[in-house]
């Protein structure tokens, strides 16, 4: 049985910093790609960010360059450090498991595997 467990959310002021961990059961990590997934309060679902078992990596416009996601494949442990934070960032964060074929990182129907959520909070 797959197992995603967030953690590292909580409150922080803008311009702030948090790293989210998420570690991963149940599958050979090191050949899934993985990725981060964010809802706010009334919003639908978002694509945050994504990285393939080869390491590379997409972003949504709206953390380029604010966020970076990582992995550890010994630990199997997938990471998003998110730097420059803005109360727009406020959300629940999902780390997700893709598996080993997909077509498009950004689309929630590629996604196999969910975790529970971990909540982000930013005050401005």
């Known amino acids: 049985q797959v197992q995603l467990v967030e953690s590292g959310g909580g409150l922080v002021q803008a311009g702030g910093s948090l790293r989210l961990s998420c570690v991963a059961s149940?599958?050979?990590?090191?050949?899934?790609?993985m990725g981060w997934f964010r809802q706010a309060p009334g919003k639908e679902r978002q694509f945050v960010a994504a990285i393939t078992y080869r390491g590379n990596t997409n972003y949504a416009d709206s953390v380029k360059g604010r966020f970076t996601i990582s992995r550890d494949n010994a630990q199997n442990t997938v990471y998003l450090q998110m730097n420059s934070l803005k109360p727009e960032d406020t959300a629940v964060y999902y780390c997700?498991?893709?598996?080993?074929?997909?077509?498009?990182?950004?689309?929630?129907?590629?996604?196999?595997?969910w975790g529970q959520g971990t909540q982000v909070t930013v005050s401005s």
């Open positions: 149940g599958r050979t990590f090191s050949r899934d790609h």
């Open positions: 997700v498991d893709y598996g080993r074929s997909t077509i498009d990182l950004r689309r929630e129907s590629e996604v196999d595997y």
